[in-house]
């Protein structure tokens, strides 16, 4: 195993030793001690506040992917239908899980580097009558922060529930759950939150709840048991203390900075990223800086680089950095500035690096 001197993946990002010593702890068992208990309800309102929402938290064993799946096959039944709005990887997986359950997915691709067409979304919205609408916040193999501000309205007034994921986003870029009408929001521990990928989290609206009991799914990642597990002091599985000691301090780090200032600092270092790749020659993959993600920079393979040898060419200097995947695999990598990697200093040596690198192939 390889410990970066320059991290910079798009997550998982680096975790700080104080949240890494939180493991070290030697509790007790989660379902019978009162103290989980109380963590558990502490960690539930400490992510409302971030998430700016009233619903219920659910808070998941298993990373961001857990809840990606638990929501979409907790509400959807067969012959369901699921408008699945993608400009990325992570968006068409949507229709791929929804498919899945025997419900019927349509997507609706924007051309790359760019989000959906707000009047074509509205003409899809009234003709196919979608039961569930997913969307993603921050699609991060692509680098883009999509409007969902813009398209809640739509989405609200179709009626149809509404499933985003800001699992790239969350305590990096403003997510307002309850402003924008989201029923299910999908949150990992692995990015912002600069944790472990070992927790999940999830924002359920009533609604949702309602649609969980319809569809009446009971696996390993249904949400429906959580729904009363605090209540009932009885855990679906048996949960990770650990992690949600980490958890802990990490959401009252983010509180006590200031939300505020936390997405002013993502901004900062993400504007600062793609100040000095402008200067090398590089091309940002989004079409408007207004899309750009502030937690990860993707930029298109340099000319005269295959990104398999970018890539090792920035491994010799101790920088992670990541590529892409799907129709993007070897023609973006991006940069992830999020969370703990969320600094200036580090980024800074990032780009440094960087240049260096490119300089060395032009010499």
């Given amino acids: 195993m390889q410990t970066y001197k320059i991290p910079l993946v798009p997550g998982p990002v680096s975790v700080p030793q104080k949240y890494r010593e939180a493991y070290l702890t030697d509790f007790g068992s989660s379902d019978l001690e009162d103290d989980f208990f109380g963590l558990l309800v502490e960690n539930q309102k400490l992510l409302q506040e971030v998430l700016k929402t009233k619903n219920d938290v659910t808070i998941q064993s298993g990373e961001g992917m857990l809840v990606l799946w638990g929501a979409v096959k907790s509400v959807l039944k067969p012959g369901d239908r699921a408008l699945v709005l993608s400009n990325g990887i992570?968006?068409?997986?949507?229709?791929?899980?929804?498919r899945a359950v025997g419900a019927e997915a349509e997507?609706?691709?924007?051309?790359?580097?760019?989000?959906?067409?707000?009047?074509?979304?509205?003409?899809k919205l009234a003709s196919y009558k979608p039961f569930l609408v997913t969307a993603v916040h921050c699609e991060t193999p692509s680098g883009l922060l999509n409007p969902i501000e813009d398209i809640a309205p739509m989405v609200r007034?179709?009626?149809?529930?509404?499933?985003?994921?800001?699992?790239?986003?969350?305590?990096?870029?403003?997510?307002?759950?309850?402003?924008?009408?989201?029923?299910?929001?999908?949150?990992?521990?692995?990015?912002?939150?600069?944790?472990?990928?070992?927790?999940?989290?999830?924002?359920?609206?009533?609604?949702?709840?309602?649609?969980?009991?319809?569809?009446?799914?009971?696996?390993?990642?249904?949400?429906?048991?959580?729904?009363?597990?605090?209540?009932?002091?009885?855990?679906?599985?048996?949960?990770?203390?650990?992690?949600?000691a980490a958890l802990n301090l990490a959401l009252k780090d983010l509180l006590a900075e200031g939300?505020?200032?936390?997405?002013?600092?993502?901004?900062?270092?993400?504007?600062?990223?793609?100040?000095?790749?402008?200067?090398m020659g590089l091309e940002l993959y989004a079409k408007s800086k207004e899309l750009?993600?502030?937690?990860?920079?993707?930029?298109?393979?340099?000319?005269?680089?295959?990104?398999?040898?970018?890539?090792?060419?920035?491994?010799?200097?101790?920088?992670?950095?990541?590529?892409?995947?799907?129709?993007?695999?070897?023609?973006?990598?991006?940069?992830?500035?999020?969370?703990?990697?969320?600094?200036?200093?580090?980024?800074?040596?990032?780009?440094?690096?960087?240049?260096?690198?490119?300089?060395?192939?032009?010499?």
């Fill in 90 to 98: 992570f968006g068409r997986g949507f229709a791929d899980m929804a």
């Fill in 107 to 123: 997507v609706t691709e924007a051309p790359d580097g760019e989000f959906i067409d707000s009047d074509a979304l509205r003409r």
């Fill in 157 to 244: 007034e179709s009626g149809a529930l509404f499933c985003v994921d800001f699992v790239a986003s969350g305590g990096g870029a403003d997510v307002r759950v309850d402003e924008w009408g989201i029923d299910l929001g999908l949150l990992g521990s692995q990015k912002c939150l600069s944790l472990l990928p070992d927790l999940s989290m999830l924002t359920v609206s009533d609604r949702a709840w309602a649609a969980a009991e319809r569809a009446g799914y009971q696996g390993y990642d249904a949400i429906l048991p959580w729904r009363s597990a605090v209540a009932d002091r009885y855990m679906p599985c048996t949960h990770n203390w650990h992690g949600n």
């Fill in 259 to 279: 939300l505020e200032n936390s997405f002013a600092r993502h901004r900062e270092v993400a504007a600062y990223c793609r100040s000095r790749a402008k200067t």
């Fill in 292 to 363: 750009a993600s502030p937690t990860v920079t993707a930029l298109k393979v340099p000319r005269g680089w295959t990104w398999p040898e970018l890539d090792g060419a920035l491994r010799k200097r101790g920088v992670g950095v990541g590529g892409s995947y799907g129709l993007l695999a070897g023609k973006v990598f991006r940069i992830g500035h999020m969370g703990n990697q969320a600094r200036m200093e580090l980024v800074e040596k990032g780009m440094d690096a960087l240049e260096d690198t490119l300089n060395s192939r032009a010499k």
